[in-house]
């Protein structure tokens, strides 16, 4: 221990005689280090990191994939369940230690305290009683729900998050006991979850207030999702203590399933006997909870910590090309020290004590660029967010991280200059082992040639990218996004009833009409590009009732299309002669014709919702393909129906609970989410004036979200934009380390050849033929990067060929342009040190040594 110490404090006296040296190889393992560590930070929040529970591997989610909200349908492989559903698994399932369901979705609510001026919009989720139990979750302030509470009739108890505690009421103490109104309604707050507990999602600003789900109901009177069995809008959590009853509970449930599916079947449904028996579903680890933020960022944050990895080796080939160049200016010091007696370990440790010394401080300085670079990052993809999930401070798994990085990197970049250093003859020490003239090293030589071929990976991987992100921004999105605002708005959530709806939209209009910069405004369930898409199936009159064929949906109103600024490619949009009296009408997209109608003339067409109501709609008109899920996936079928019609299923052939179901379905989806408008002048000005002409209209209307259109779209490309910028810097920092080595291993060839040098030239080298020959070594070395560099660019474009749009992975003029950039890097790295051994003096270099 005590020689270790010595090495150390001689290692640290080096360094400190050596700024320039010790300066530039904590820049490089700061850079390498801290963007490694930064993604990895992001990795371990939004992948590895378990939730603050009690032993979260006991948790596990019905259903592997993460779907929002409601789904009617058979699902194939099983996700959302109905609370009837919920039940039946829960009392039936052998081997759970506790099943809890929680709504996928949420509510948005306006939230009024006694005294309170004005209301603060919150997110609502519902859950069973036995959530918090079978979370293994502890109250900070109070108690939490229990299943008492999850009783019809029981009092209206909620329990907030320790986070919305604090953002939105203040940190009062009071708030625990008191009574809040949530659209109307008074809710007891009963107590505050722990502080770090921010629920069962790994989302962007969850939702962070829980009722339990006997009041979903009073929240929601238009649809009572509670009470339709065939509706399907919970996920379920479930607790096994003993590992070994995964399996045998998983196969459990996918019998119950199977029994409640035959049980509930529509007897007018085609789905023959083999659907039903494919129908299944699985138990998938829960520790980091239902992680929608995985689900987004899984690949991208890996193919990032990749990228971060290729950084790092750079990092450590130009840092041992820096040892190995520092190793050999020691050779006669440590000539003499063996000559000495002293034994190659000594020296081979020596130097090992060193690296690893000038590791873990750039490791340090590693942590400070890595908690600067997440903190940015945070900034962008959570622009706007209440409550962030995700953490910029290093964790203990980050630190440990951090440590193991940097002990590594030391090792990586300082064992082959200190085996090589240490390889000495003692004899050199008395024939002067500075006076030899020779080559740069086969090591050095091919540490240069890994950065090149690796650079050239990295500058492909980014061109990639970043063409395949123009494309997606610069895509047709057929629809108008300039001069327009969108609201987000939850008219239920205002205490506003189904049968209101006709006269709140007649006042929407006057309201809206008066404003002299504000045109075309519009309503719809939902708008192109607005974070959610319904679907439906859908019967054709006279075609196959057995064919399924799903498109999605939205009502709108008369102006819709004038308010998007979706092209009318035949017939008409809606009009105020279609009203609730007259013929149900309907209007379809490109697609929905191309798909389903194949050649036929649309307008006129009849379908419906149902394969016993197939006239019920009538095809009026066509319009343009509008995005409005995923831009990067293709477009769905999708037809629009006028606010002013509702379908009428009681003189569906079906049982009156079924008829029921659809009935309240139909009347949901009449409630309008999103209100968009043109406007003339100041995007401020109109944003105000439509917060006034909805507070006209009803000031408990929530508005959760306004912004222009431009904005909103924007959004959507937030993280393949941070990726392409967070890929092309790693790109750029790969290509200047790289030409940083290639240049630091040119001039170093340069100072030990310039005796060599001198004596070309006094025997009739002229100076161009000595830049030749420079450049001629650093030339071999790029070229052989590049024979390297393009299979591996070759082999990353076919890796993400899944993340890319309208763009080939094997696009060879990106891999010409990323050779280009290199080669002209490379040309100017090597030019000053080739200019340096052209100007040397032939009798002054012979007199060197």
């Not at 490694?36 to 259903?63: C, D, N, W």
């Not at 199936?537 to 999605?552: C, E, H, Q, V, Y």
């Not at 006094?762 to 990067?785: C, E, K, Y």
Request: aromatic share 8%.
């Amino acid at each position: 221990m005590e020689t270790i110490l010595q090495d150390l404090r001689h290692g640290l006296r080096r360094l400190r005689r050596a700024p320039g040296f010790t300066l530039t190889a904590l820049a490089t393992l700061a850079l390498g280090i801290g963007a490694t560590t930064a993604i990895f930070t992001l990795t371990y929040q939004v992948i590895l990191r378990s939730m603050p529970v009690e032993h979260p591997e006991q948790l596990y989610k019905v259903g592997k994939e993460i779907e929002c909200c409601v789904d009617g349908s058979q699902q194939g492989h099983w996700r959302l369940f109905s609370y009837d559903l919920y039940r039946t698994l829960r009392d039936e399932t052998p081997g759970l230690n506790g099943l809890a369901a929680v709504q996928a979705g949420s509510v948005t609510v306006s939230s009024r305290r006694k005294g309170d001026s004005t209301g603060q919009v919150l997110e609502v989720r519902f859950v069973s009683g036995n959530y918090y139990t079978v979370m293994g979750v502890k109250p900070f302030a109070g108690r939490l729900l229990t299943p008492e509470d999850d009783r019809e009739g029981a009092a209206p108890v909620g329990v907030i998050s320790h986070a919305i505690w604090q953002s939105k009421f203040s940190s009062d103490p009071t708030l625990v006991g008191s009574s809040v109104m949530l659209s109307g309604h008074p809710v007891t707050i009963v107590g505050i979850t722990a502080e770090n507990f921010l629920g069962e999602r790994n989302d962007g600003d969850p939702a962070g207030v829980w009722l339990a789900l006997s009041l979903e109901p009073e929240f929601n009177p238009t649809r009572q999702l509670l009470r339709q069995p065939n509706d399907h809008w919970l996920d379920l959590i479930a607790r096994i203590t003993n590992p070994k009853n995964v399996a045998p509970a998983e196969n459990a449930i996918r019998v119950e399933l199977l029994h409640w599916i035959r049980a509930h079947r529509d007897p007018a449904s085609n789905d023959p006997e083999t659907e039903i028996a494919k129908q299944t579903t699985e138990l998938a680890p829960a520790a980091s909870g239902i992680n929608n933020l995985r689900d987004e960022y899984e690949k991208s944050l890996t193919m990032l910590q990749l990228i971060a990895a290729f950084v790092l080796v750079i990092a450590c080939a130009n840092l041992a090309n820096l040892m190995l160049v520092r190793g050999v200016a020691r050779r006669q010091e440590l000539s003499v020290r063996s000559a000495l007696g002293a034994s190659r370990s000594r020296l081979v440790r020596e130097m090992l004590v060193e690296s690893i010394t000038l590791a873990v401080f750039g490791g340090a300085l590693g942590l400070f660029v890595a908690y600067a670079g997440v903190k940015a990052i945070l900034a962008i993809v959570m622009k706007g967010v209440t409550v962030d999930p995700l953490n910029a401070s290093p964790s203990l798994p980050v630190l440990l991280f951090t440590l193991g990085v940097s002990a590594l990197t030391g090792i990586i970049f300082g064992i082959a200059p200190a085996l090589m250093a240490s390889r000495l003859n003692p004899a050199e020490a008395l024939h002067g082992a500075n006076r030899t003239t020779g080559n740069i090293s086969g090591l050095q030589r091919a540490l240069v040639i890994v950065q090149a071929a690796l650079s050239v990976a990295l500058l492909s991987t980014s061109g990639l990218l970043i063409l395949s992100l123009q494309r997606l921004q610069h895509q047709d999105l057929r629809f108008e996004t300039h001069g327009r605002l969108i609201a987000f708005v939850d008219l239920q959530a205002a205490g506003i009833r189904y049968d209101q709806l006709d006269n709140l939209y007649r006042q929407f209009d006057q309201s809206f009409a008066d404003a002299h910069n504000l045109h075309d405004a519009a309503w719809a369930t939902y708008s192109p590009m607005s974070y959610n898409n319904w679907n439906t199936a859908i019967a054709l009159d006279g075609g196959d009732p057995g064919a399924r064929m799903l498109a999605s949906f939205s009502f709108v109103s008369q102006r819709f299309f004038n308010a998007v600024g979706t092209r009318v490619l035949q017939g008409r949009t809606f009009t105020d002669e279609d009203t609730s009296a007259s013929r149900h009408v309907a209007v379809v997209n490109r697609t929905f014709v191309d798909k389903f109608l194949k050649g036929k003339n649309p307008i006129g067409s009849l379908f419906g919702p149902d394969p016993r109501m197939t006239t019920e709609y009538e095809i009026v008109g066509i319009v343009d393909d509008s995005k409005y899920g995923d831009p990067s996936q293709p477009t769905r079928p999708m037809f629009f129906m006028p606010l002013s019609q509702t379908a009428d299923y009681q003189s569906l052939n079906a049982p009156q609970g079924i008829r029921d179901q659809h009935t309240k379905n139909e009347h949901f989806a009449h409630f309008a989410s999103r209100i968009v408008v043109r406007y003339d002048g100041d995007a401020a000005a109109a944003t105000a004036a439509v917060r006034r002409a909805i507070q006209q209209v009803n000031p408990d209307i929530a508005i959760s979200y306004l912004v222009t259109y431009d904005e909103q779209v924007s959004n959507y490309f937030t993280g393949q934009t941070l990726v392409v910028r967070l890929t092309a810097i790693f790109g750029a920092v790969a290509l200047i380390l790289a030409s940083i080595g290639l240049y630091g291993v040119t001039a170093y060839g340069v100072a030990r050849r310039i005796p060599e040098i001198g004596l070309r030239m006094a025997l009739g080298a002229d100076r161009a033929s000595v830049v030749r020959l420079i450049l001629h070594g650093a030339a071999t070395q790029i070229a052989i990067g590049l024979l390297l560099g393009i299979p591996a660019a070759l082999l990353a474009g076919r890796l993400l060929q899944s993340q890319l749009y309208q763009v080939n992975g094997y696009d060879i003029r990106t891999i010409l342009a990323a050779c280009g950039v290199l080669i002209c890097s490379a040309l100017v790295a090597s030019a000053v040190p080739a200019r340096r051994a052209s100007s040397v003096e032939p009798m002054q270099a012979l007199r060197t040594e």
